[in-house]
């Protein structure tokens, strides 16, 4: 049997490092492998090479060198900009604003500081899993030192109006800090944390084709973070240990590689969603999450009470066919999701059966969220936008990048036109 | 202190008649086997109702009894020191020095407890045993005398050499496996099968696998669980052969043309049977299952009756009379708990109906059974050739693949 092209779906766990970052990697590893802080020229190279990854990025988010750490993961910068950031102004107040759907470095970080006595609101979405300014507005109080919310949502593809939170919370309370997990966000989204009155913010290396073991975190300006990492006092003390150098260069290139062409990636890795989008209609039964105009807030279920496979109060979900939708409405409102993410309910088929046909055919995407589905975990992601019970089980994502074709959209979409009828002859009784 | 030799006692194997020596032999090739993993050399042999585990130079004593604890057969594993042959007076020296070694806290109660079976030696048992226990109750006055239930019982074996012992290290008892034949374990990813492999290996059984894999319905890291598994189970048994079968088609099959409540019920008599097959071209002797009485709607007496009569080699279910905790006890005692509770589903687990029969009757069964008629036979060809051999070993997990004509193959 000649073996079919792979088709690579699962781009929000981790991509294929781009080989132009490979080459510059291997060089510093190979050549320029001083320790950034020792005195000779071997570190000052190396200590240029970061300087240099600071700049790119600096531009990028347009901030100041100064304001960039460079940690091992997307989770370590939350967990610094969270508990570092909690802890370093606890004494202004200790309550904290959140989201049901965050990625669980935030989730955890805040269970972490309630054990240690803070108070934290987690917000609600809709069934689009959003979360808007007004309701963030009425829940920082006088005592709020800190609101996290993440700018991409990893599951569903939300965008979440970050600009305009950042602005109402300020309104609110000048001195309330806000972190933005931008894991899912940077490299698909333009970000400017000071128009966007962003405090922290966190990004991963591996979501964007560079390599694994890298994140960054930017801190604003005269903003107070206790570290977490305590050592040689690297990084102005925040974060110390030696710097992954080869990967913080390879971050910073890779960066550069998708914000030069933003635009047009975004175009392309929007038609390719829309297009997969239109596939579906061949398919019954199914449901696109996180796209407003194919998920109908009010017809829709309650968040609420959502997530709980006894309920059987809960409304048929308020989703439109994706044929009886204008084509220009659903292109629009494609476009205000994220480009690269994509949610499909399959009603009938189990998420995990379904993966691993589809992996039979040489193509891989995810079942959730994949940093949990190791463990048989219901998504507290797609619980908080209504899908039910029997259904947060049948839920898969394919998340795309650059590097993928409309031909891979095709690919996707035939095995699912062929594999799905066939597996839900099948159905658990 | 370090030990260069061990004895080795085992109970039941002592009690066979004229096969005796066969147990005994299957016995010595275990330890061999089981010492080649320790650092060092080691010569294992066998007199008059001793084995003996000699170490040539030195060796880690910890590393050593661990091995050997895991040797079906043995029931107790003795660290000695080693002495010649020596005058009375040089022996109570060396077996005062040795307690004092042993037991630096001396409040305790012993014995002296010696075998001569060197008659040629000057004092017989009786007298040493009294003359020892004189000497270290001087030697170490806190010392107390208790010849029903002592603390500590100092042994001295006078042989070719004399031994001194006061440990007795437990070991998992049973037969040497191997000594009872081999056969067919079905293997799952639960909790339940990998303890019924290690209960018949522990009654001298060597063990061959079978497991049925479901993809897409089961994920390649259920297979790495069940290797992991037997890796585990083969830390006492040697390498194990698993053979791994697709089983997608029939079980498809078995879901369109017969009733869903008796799914579980028929698809159980088809592994029963590719088992058996394969059993028999492998010179397995029997099948071994997990099975419980009751646990479930598949292992009621009746839902037994109609999985056995599929086959005719012997099945044997030692767990059938144990609860659920009595098993987890003994899954978490060999260790393969842990990996037992992740939590990748297995082929019996995908498509189980809501209220599946608990009663079913064996003719029905039959009847529902001839719906598959048609397409049966060339499916269980078909599955069987989708055999996949993976050799595992508990030494590294190393996993060896390959797949070689069903036909020929003999072990």
């Not at chain 1, 073991?213 to 570290?227: F, S, T």
């Not at chain 1, 971050?251 to 969603?273: D, G, I, T, V």
């Not at chain 2, 005062?96 to 048992?125: I, L, W």
Request: proline share 5%; charged share 25%; hydrophobic share 40%.
């Amino acid at each position: 049997m000649p073996v079919s092209k792979e088709v690579y779906l699962d781009n929000s766990a981790t991509t294929r490092v781009f080989p132009e970052v490979v080459r510059l990697m291997d060089k510093i590893y190979l050549e320029e492998y001083g320790n950034p802080s020792s005195m000779h020229h071997k570190g000052v190279e190396a200590e240029t090479e970061i300087r240099r990854a600071k700049e790119t990025l600096a531009g990028i988010l347009k901030c100041q060198p100064k304001n960039l750490y460079f940690t091992s993961c997307g989770s370590e910068s939350d967990n610094i900009a969270i508990i570092g950031g909690a802890l370093a102004n606890c004494r202004q107040g200790r309550h904290l604003v959140t989201t049901r759907i965050e990625h669980p470095a935030v989730l955890e970080s805040m269970k972490y500081l309630e054990s240690q006595g803070f108070t934290v609101t987690y917000l609600p979405v809709d069934v689009n899993g959003h979360v808007s300014a007004e309701q963030v507005r009425d829940a920082v109080r006088e005592d709020t030192i800190l609101v996290s919310i993440m700018f991409t949502n990893n599951e569903i593809g939300a965008v979440e109006p970050v600009a305009e939170i950042g602005a109402a919370i300020k309104e609110k309370n000048p001195h309330t800090l806000f972190h933005v997990d931008a894991v899912q966000a940077f490299g698909k989204e333009e970000i400017l944390p000071r128009k966007m009155h962003i405090d922290f913010l966190a990004a991963s290396g591996h979501k964007i084709h560079a390599p694994k073991g890298v994140g960054l975190l930017y801190v604003a300006d005269g903003v107070k973070v206790r570290n977490l990492i305590f050592g040689g006092g690297q990084q102005n003390g925040l974060r110390s240990g030696t710097e992954n150098v080869a990967g913080i260069a390879g971050m910073a290139l890779a960066a550069q590689m998708l914000y030069s062409n933003l635009a047009a990636e975004r175009e392309q890795l929007f038609a390719m969603k829309e297009h997969f989008i239109l596939r579906m209609r061949e398919l019954e039964h199914v449901r696109i999450n996180g796209i407003p105009a194919l998920n109908v807030p009010g017809a829709a279920s309650h968040p609420e009470k959502s997530g709980c496979a006894a309920d059987s109060a809960l409304p048929e979900c308020g989703s439109r066919n994706i044929a009886a939708v204008p084509a220009e409405e659903l292109s629009a409102s494609i476009r205000t999701t994220a480009p690269q993410v994509l949610s499909l309910t399959v009603p009938g088929v189990r998420a995990e059966v379904l993966l691993h046909a589809l992996e039979d055919r040489n193509i891989y995407v995810s079942s959730g969220s994949a940093c949990s589905s190791n463990r048989p975990h219901l998504s507290e992601t797609l619980k908080a936008i209504g899908v039910r019970g029997d259904e947060l089980d049948s839920t898969i994502r394919l998340s795309t990048s650059v590097m993928n074709t409309m031909e891979d959209m095709d690919a996707a979409a035939d095995a699912l036109l062929s594999i799905v009828p066939m597996l839900r002859r099948y159905t658990r009784q | 202190m370090e030990y260069q030799s061990f004895l080795i006692k085992y109970a039941e194997i002592g009690v066979k008649g004229k096969n005796r020596y066969l147990f005994e032999d299957a016995l010595v090739q275990q330890m061999r086997i089981a010492l080649k993993k320790c650092s060092g050399t080691f010569t294992v042999h066998r007199t008059s109702g001793r084995i003996f585990a000699e170490a040539k130079g030195a060796c880690d004593t910890e590393e050593v009894v661990n091995a050997l604890q895991h040797v079906f057969g043995i029931v107790g594993v003795c660290p000695m020191a080693e002495r010649p042959i020596e005058p009375y007076e040089e022996l109570e020296k060396d077996v005062v020095a040795f307690f004092g070694e042993e037991y630096p806290d001396r409040r305790r109660t012993f014995k002296v407890h010696c075998r001569r079976q060197d008659k040629t030696y000057p004092m017989n048992s009786q007298e040493i045993d009294e003359a020892l226990g004189g000497a270290l109750l001087d030697a170490y006055p806190d010392l107390k005398v208790d010849v029903h239930h002592p603390d500590v019982m100092v042994t001295v074996e006078i042989r070719e050499k004399i031994y001194i012992y006061t440990h007795i290290l437990p070991g998992p008892g049973g037969l040497p496996v191997g000594s009872a034949g081999k056969a067919m374990l079905l293997l799952s990813g639960g909790i339940d099968s990998p303890v019924a492999g290690w209960m018949m290996a522990k009654r001298g059984l060597k063990l061959d696998a079978v497991y049925f894999n479901a993809p897409p319905y089961t994920s390649e890291r259920a297979l790495q669980k069940v290797e992991d598994l037997a890796a585990e189970v083969a830390a006492y048994t040697g390498p194990i052969w698993l053979h791994n079968i697709n089983f997608t088609e029939i079980q498809l099959a078995i879901y369109d043309k017969c009733p869903h409540d008796e799914l579980t019920i028929i698809m159980r008599r088809f592994m029963m049977r590719i088992a058996e097959k394969i059993a028999r071209r492998t010179a397995c002797g029997a099948l071994i299952t997990g099975e419980s009485l009751g646990q479930v709607a598949s292992q009621t007496m009746r839902s037994l009756e109609c999985t056995n009569a599929v086959c005719t080699l012997p099945v044997f279910r030692p767990l059938i009379g144990f609860d659920k905790e009595d098993i987890v006890t003994v899954s978490k005692k060999i260790g393969t708990y842990d990996t037992s509770i992740l939590p990748y589903e297995d082929c019996c687990t995908i498509f189980v109906a809501k209220h599946p029969v608990t009663k079913p009757i064996l003719d029905v069964i039959e009847r529902h059974e001839h719906h598959l008629d048609d397409i049966i036979e060339e499916m269980v060809d078909k599955a069987l050739e989708t055999d996949e051999i993976i050799i595992v070993d508990a030494e590294g997990k190393r996993v060896l693949k390959y797949r070689e004509d069903p036909l020929t193959e003999g072990m």
